[in-house]
């Protein structure tokens, strides 16, 4: 007996595509949706990893410029009131800001420090924004895919064990392939989870550290611009 049952069980096609066709219509739901949110996840993942190492790139460029004696007024001439970078972008708004507070006889308007650094300010939390973009989508991959795929195993379990009932028969021929059916979609849930999980930690420090980034920038571009001030 044990024989047959064994002989059975090696004739039962056990691959991955085997498995989500002869699941359940829900189990076969759950893994679409689980292999989706993966792809959906690689796909941020990957965008995300471009968009910072390009920042970071653009942002070292622009500081390098900046620091290098030119006169800001010539930098900002050679960048235009509407740069592509992050970096220049916050410049260029708080440039924009100074010269609009400059009256028609060169006197100052009062309160252009603190206009300008609002100014930036916003620009910053522009960049921010579209840094960070994209992010909760894998904090949500990360922490709901194992639960959904859990979702999916216990489905397919309670179905394996109807089906045991109905031909009341517990042989390894019958019980493997509805157990292991359900234990695909937790793979599928775990293998959409895990990468969301560590990349989601890694991209948002890059994040936090390309904002630290700016905002120093902004306060030693505030400073400088306190002592012209000043002067004026």
Same mark, same amino acid.
């Given at each position: 007996?044990?024989?047959?049952? @064994?002989?059975?069980a090696?004739?039962?096609?056990?691959?991955?595509?085997a498995?989500?066709a002869?699941a359940t219509?829900?189990?076969?739901?759950?893994?679409?949706?689980?292999?989706?949110?993966?792809f959906?996840?690689?796909?941020? &993942? &990957?965008?995300? *990893?471009? @968009?910072?190492?390009?920042?970071r790139?653009?942002s070292?460029?622009?500081?390098e410029? +900046?620091? /290098? =004696?030119?006169?800001?007024?010539t @930098?900002?001439?050679?960048?235009?009131? !509407?740069?592509?970078?992050?970096?220049?972008?916050? +410049?260029?708004?708080?440039?924009?800001?100074?010269?609009?507070? *400059?009256?028609r006889?060169?006197?100052?308007?009062?309160?252009?420090?603190?206009? $300008?650094?609002?100014?930036?300010?916003?620009a910053i939390?522009?960049?921010?924004?579209?840094l960070?973009?994209?992010?909760? @989508?894998?904090? !949500?991959? =990360? /922490?709901?895919?194992?639960f959904?795929?859990?979702?999916?195993?216990?489905? =397919?379990?309670? *179905?394996?064990?109807?089906? $045991?009932?109905?031909q009341? %028969? !517990? %042989?390894?021929?019958?019980?493997?392939?509805?157990?292991?059916?359900?234990l #695909?979609?937790?793979?599928l =849930?775990?293998?959409?989870? $895990?990468?969301?999980v560590?990349?989601?930690?890694?991209?948002s420090?890059?994040?936090?550290r390309?904002?630290?980034?700016y905002?120093?920038?902004?306060d030693?571009?505030s400073?400088? #611009?306190?002592?012209? #001030?000043?002067?004026a």
């Open positions: 007996m044990e024989t047959e049952t @064994l002989a059975l090696q004739e039962i096609d056990f691959s991955m595509w498995l989500f002869r219509i829900t189990v076969k739901l759950v893994m679409i949706l689980l292999i989706i949110s993966s959906w996840g690689w796909a941020v &993942i &990957i965008n995300k *990893h471009r @968009l910072y190492k390009r920042a790139r653009e070292e460029d622009f500081e410029a +900046f620091w /290098s =004696g030119e006169p800001l007024d @930098l900002y001439e050679q960048i235009g009131p !509407t740069p592509d970078g992050p970096a220049q972008r916050i +410049f260029a708004a708080g440039m924009t800001e100074w010269r609009r507070s *400059h009256r006889d060169g006197g100052l308007i009062a309160g252009a420090a603190a206009r $300008i650094d609002r100014s930036m300010d916003v939390a522009k960049e921010s924004e579209a960070e973009r994209g992010l909760p @989508l894998l904090a !949500t991959i =990360g /922490s709901t895919a194992p959904v795929g859990l979702f999916g195993t216990v489905w =397919g379990i309670m *179905h394996a064990f109807i089906e $045991i009932a109905e009341q %028969n !517990t %042989n390894l021929a019958v019980v493997a392939p509805g157990i292991a059916e359900a #695909l979609a937790t793979g =849930g775990l293998l959409a989870a $895990i990468p969301a560590v990349f989601y930690n890694k991209l420090a890059d994040s936090e390309i904002i630290g980034g905002e120093s920038f902004a030693e571009f400073t400088i #611009l306190s002592r012209q #001030l000043d002067a």
